[in-house]
């Protein structure tokens, strides 16, 4: 069996567990380089997405714009606390009540 061919068997195998690519390294004893290099490499040439997706989502973040007229409050210990608004305003207030 070509080295091509062996893992192409384990990447197969491991798909159909629906495990961690890292338990089943571990089970059978193989490296876990090796398995991401060899699965990528096999990915590139087949030329396919493998069937497994990573887990990772997209996250996109809106800007808020800030409100003008936000408050600020300067403690006497000198910290800032800022940009409080109606959103987080209660936020604000229960912050101000752990800090008295």
Known sequence: MSHTQHWQHHIDAWQQT????AHYCRTHELD?????YWKCKLAKCNNV???RPS???VA?????????SSLCIT?????LLGGIDAMNAPVAAQLLEYLR
Do not use: K, Y
């Open 60 to 68: 996109q973040l809106a800007a808020v714009p800030e409100s003008a």
């Open 49 to 51: 997405q493998l069937a």
């Open 55 to 57: 887990g990772f989502a």
């Open 18 to 21: 629906g495990g961690s690519q």
């Open 75 to 79: 403690l006497p210990n000198g910290i």
């Open 32 to 36: 876990q380089n090796q398995f991401s």
